[in-house]
């Protein structure tokens, strides 16, 4: 308000409206401007279109494809810089030696027979125009002729390309014409030849005008691949592109993107960035200089890294796939499962649908323990491998199949009669022998023609206290979950909101947030519940078009025999999991070998351990690779004609005169040996081999995770 008691009329920062010197007659109405103050103008999809119409070569596995140049198989011979450009210079010299000795005459006139036999001799008049036209013009063709000759003995090509203009074009012109509509792909070529050139066209004018982003790009791809397997109408497609453009088929969710990203993604090819392959002659030079990408063709075979704390697992591996996942989760690609521990920088809990917090009264989710089955047996292997898994004999073919009986026996009858399968509490009862419970159960079982069940029960019964029951230590693995702190989880009165891996048939992104602090023991039975209950769950999907990922961010305790044979079936089962251990010693020594056989994906991040790196070595085996011993011998001038000439060869190629004998022969060595991997391996980087699920093999590589 001012002096006079009028309100100002001045308007926003960004719409300033200047007030009237004086009181005018009429209030003078602005103009409504076309935008609200403040609002920044809408962005084109310029950045949009550049990056879907980005070349994407087909290239080696591993190999981020987005605008990846590709590189000759082999290295080609590259000439020190100083011995070329000496050579370059005495190639010029010697030309020019050649073209003095011509024009003056000490090679005699034989050169000029040619330009004599094609001239009249009405030509030779002095001072005739003809005559100097034709002479001086042979006399460039000569030059010429000798400037090609000495200018391939010099390599002068090689040098233009080396320091001349072409070697100060970093990047590749590209054509900014826009591609045809046929070959375009943000014209949706494909809609268009189905008969959808309405849908199409509503995309394409969306993706011009920035309205639409990767993942809407992706999702809308992913509906349409539905369309064309028929699991989905065209005219249910087209419509909802119809009346929601960019926005049709969202996800459950409604979001159309993370909150954050913190790696660079191609959601156009499935791959997520980890860093590059650093230019190492260990590294293929079809590798060198290129990003390394991960997709689900890759992770489907699974990924196992190992590495000390402090290597970048976390950071570096576990938090972009993590989020890549989601964002594929978010195109109806995927579904993804990460476990970890709590705080352990696994990404926002907006970037997830379930947040499962065990332990902290706050969570919304809980934790199915039985995996949403109501198959007694299924739920008591699921249950025996997380309770007494890393018990069993970890050699090949042992198993816990008389904890998945003990268990059975209990939870059948149990279900038989309460409907349901026990909690916590009631478990560890009926593990201890406690008759009350047995009592009650057979009760409720007498009369109801489940004579199976009765049987189980009194089979129970006399196993109890025998030597070789294993009821006591299921007890006390039960006894772990029995806590204060775990009081309001594992319901199964159907209060609670729990969450199963059955929902992994749907694109569904979960985290789960392990109590590592004060519960380790509890937190590494948990892993391995869920590792267990993936790898039963995913075997069992209708629709395996969608990828699903268990993602386990410290596998320490979790690697079990049955852990081991789940991990190998998941490659047919569109499945996969990344696991990341601080040491090999993590895992039982008859189960090491077994689990990098399981993982097509293996990587060892810096400071491993020499004996880690021994086991790695083992894997990755041997290759051919030709050895060349060279012998230097110094030549020694004995007169001052060979001493000039030995110091001109030393100023040219900054040696001293040698005899050289070359002997080469073909060895057998490591790939990566494990002094190699212990000590060769600098921070911040890892050594890497993958394996697609066609069965494509990439040599382990030198990757610098940092860049």
Sequence with gaps: MDSDGTQDARGTHANPVPRPAGPPAVPAVPPRPAEAPGVPPRPDGTAFLAWLRAPRPEAAPGVWRFGHRPRPAEEPEVIPGRQLIGGALIAFLVGWLIWSLLWNGYLGGWWLLPLYAMIPESWVEPHSFAAVVVVYAYYVVIALIIMVGVGRLGRWGEIWRRYGPPAWRRTPRTNERPPAPEEDPAAWPALRAAGAADAAERLAAEARQGLMRDV??????????????????LAT??????KDGAAAC???????????RVARHDLLTGQVRLGTTADDARNP????????????ELLGTSLLAVGPAGSGKTGSVVRPLAESLCLHALAGRAAVVVVGGAGAGLGPADAYDVVVRIGNPESVYDLDLYGGTTDPDEAAAVLAEALVGDLADPHPGSDSRRSTTVLAQLLGPFRAVHGRFPSVPELRQLLDGAPGPLDALRTGLQGSGQESLLRELDARARQMGQPGDVAGVLADRVALLDRPAFAGFFDTSGQSRPFSLKALDHPVRVRIDLPERGHADASRMLARLVLAQFTASVAVREDRSLFACLILDDASGVVTPEAVRGIQRLRSAHAGVVLTLRTLDDVPRPLRGPLLGAAGCRMALSGLTPWDGQDFAEVWGKEWTEARDVTDRQIIAETPAGKAVHMLRRVITGKAPTARAVTVRQVERERWSASELAHGVPPGHAVLSLTTVQGEHAPPLLVDLRD
């Design 285 to 296: 030079y079809a590798y060198r200089g290129a990003g390394l990408g991960l997709g689900p």
């Design 250 to 260: 969202l996800h459950p969710s409604g979001a159309r993107d993370l909150p954050t």
């Design 216 to 233: 809407d790009h992706a999702r809308i791809a992913r509906a349409w691949q539905g369309v064309r397997t028929g699991r989905h109408s």
């Design 237 to 242: 497609f087209t419509g909802a592109v119809l």
